[in-house]
């Protein structure tokens, strides 16, 4: 039905369009009274053999639902209960900002990939923290692990993005399961090159010691969000400066500005324009990203596999090469409402297939 759905009306409306009209209808959907916890009861992750545990905490599912969705936590609790075990909103800078002109979402649908130009459009961390503060005072149960996902505000010089990230850490870590730098989307100006490890590593001691400074004594996980489009050297710098400062883990991978080996015609592609490439096209260099991660990051540092997981088959791959979780976007951007729980329903069949009692069980067995 939803295939239906998409092929005649959604992919004829304006993309970004079609994600707050689809948005919209999840959220009031999974987050009414009634019909929302009768939506959670048939489509949230439930069967034991998904449960994991990563990053000192306990995941449902290992399926999250990655930034760029829910980018000022106005669904959590609705992408909870249509499957998704984690959500990571965001990503949130220190500023509010609207982000770049539109039109500034593309579908590339004989590629299954989107290109986004979106610029961190966001709230800003200080109208989303009271958000959060509203949803950690009405916990609820099997409520999906939160994510803080945070970026550099545009208007920011480079100098002073510590100063900023430091900003959104203490006000938005309080109220986090765990918190992702990201210096990986190509749609701010520079913040790429904050992934050069000399930049990175007082970045990162930076926001480690905002979160440490946090009241309450509860040590918040640290993760850094890489892009795809790093070279194998700089992938092993920054697992190696993992190591070194003691994160939590890594995500990998944020979106491509790469046009190589699209289905989409060429001049099709040139007249979206610049952004990231999402979905589809990442599947193969995200996975050895996530390989050669895993070969360098020590016991405990976990890696979440994110670019072209499209199904259960994928996410199974890409836990048996050694990711703890994984992240979508695109595949259920294109799969629709009950993508999620189809992923957790066919992954629990891979798992018992092989006879694992867990996703953890399951995590880097081709290893």
């Given at each position: 039905?939803?295939?239906?759905?998409?092929?005649?009306?959604?992919?004829?409306?304006?993309?970004?369009?079609?994600?707050?009209?689809?948005?919209?209808?999840?959220?009031?959907?999974?987050?009414?009274?009634?019909?929302?916890?009768?939506?959670?009861?048939?489509?949230?992750?439930?069967?034991?053999?998904?449960?994991?545990?990563?990053?000192?905490?306990?995941?449902?599912?290992?399926?999250?639902?990655?930034?760029?969705?829910?980018?000022?936590?106005?669904?959590?609790?609705?992408?909870?209960?249509?499957?998704?075990?984690?959500?990571?909103?965001?990503?949130?800078?220190?500023r509010a900002q609207p982000g770049n002109p539109a039109p500034r979402l593309f579908r590339l649908v004989d590629d299954r990939a989107l290109i986004n130009r979106m610029g961190f459009n966001n709230a800003g961390a200080p109208a989303v923290a009271p958000?959060?503060?509203?949803?950690?005072?009405?916990?609820?149960?099997?409520?999906?692990?939160?994510?803080?996902?945070?970026?550099?505000?545009?208007?920011?010089?480079?100098?002073?993005?510590?100063?900023?990230?430091?900003?959104?850490?203490?006000?938005?870590?309080?109220?986090?399961?765990?918190?992702?730098?990201?210096?990986?989307?190509?749609?701010?100006?520079?913040?790429?090159?904050?992934?050069?490890?000399?930049?990175?590593?007082?970045?990162?001691?930076?926001?480690?010691?905002e979160l440490d400074d946090l009241p309450g004594g509860i040590r918040v996980p640290l993760l850094v969000k890489i892009t795809v489009d790093l070279a194998d050297a700089d992938v092993d710098a920054v697992a190696d400066l993992a190591v070194r400062l003691?994160?939590?883990?890594?995500?990998?991978?944020?979106?491509?500005?790469?046009?190589?080996?699209?289905?989409?015609?060429?001049?099709?592609?040139?007249?979206?324009?610049?952004?990231?490439?999402?979905?589809?096209p990442l599947a193969h260099r995200s996975a050895e990203v996530l390989r050669r991660l895993r070969s360098r990051l020590s016991a405990g540092q976990e890696v979440v596999s994110v670019g072209g997981i499209e199904d259960a088959h994928d996410a199974y791959?890409?836990?048996?090469?050694?990711?703890?979780?994984?992240?979508?976007?695109?595949?259920?951007?294109?799969?629709?409402?009950?993508?999620?729980?189809?992923?957790?329903?066919?992954?629990?069949?891979?798992?018992?297939?092989?006879?694992?009692?867990?996703?953890?069980?399951?995590?880097?067995?081709?290893?």
């Open positions: 039905m939803y295939d239906a759905l998409f092929r005649l009306v959604l992919r004829r409306i304006p993309s970004e369009t079609a994600h707050r009209l689809g948005f919209g209808l999840i959220r009031g959907v999974g987050a009414a009274p009634v019909l929302g916890p009768r939506l959670g009861a048939s489509l949230a992750p439930s069967d034991p053999v998904l449960r994991t545990r990563a990053l000192g905490l306990d995941f449902a599912s290992p399926l999250g639902l990655a930034a760029g969705f829910d980018k000022d936590a106005h669904g959590v609790t609705a992408l909870g209960r249509i499957g998704f075990g984690a959500v990571e909103i965001g990503t949130v800078t220190g958000r959060l503060a509203a949803l950690r005072a009405r916990p609820e149960p099997g409520a999906p692990v939160l994510g803080v996902n945070i970026g550099k505000s545009k208007a920011v010089p480079a100098g002073d993005a510590v100063s900023d990230y430091r900003t959104s850490a203490r006000l938005l870590g309080p109220f986090a399961d765990y918190v992702v730098v990201n210096v990986s989307s190509p749609n701010t100006p520079g913040l790429r090159d904050l992934q050069q490890v000399d930049v990175l590593e007082p970045l990162l001691t930076a926001v480690r010691a003691g994160l939590d883990g890594v995500v990998a991978t944020n979106t491509t500005v790469s046009r190589d080996g699209l289905s989409t015609p060429v001049a099709q592609v040139e007249a979206m324009g610049a952004g990231g490439i999402s979905g589809r791959r890409r836990i048996r090469a050694g990711a703890a979780l994984v992240q979508s976007y695109t595949a259920f951007v294109y799969g629709g409402l009950f993508w999620p729980s189809r992923l957790n329903r066919e992954l629990a069949a891979l798992l018992r297939a092989d006879g694992h009692r867990s996703v953890t069980d399951a995590v880097g067995a081709d290893l």
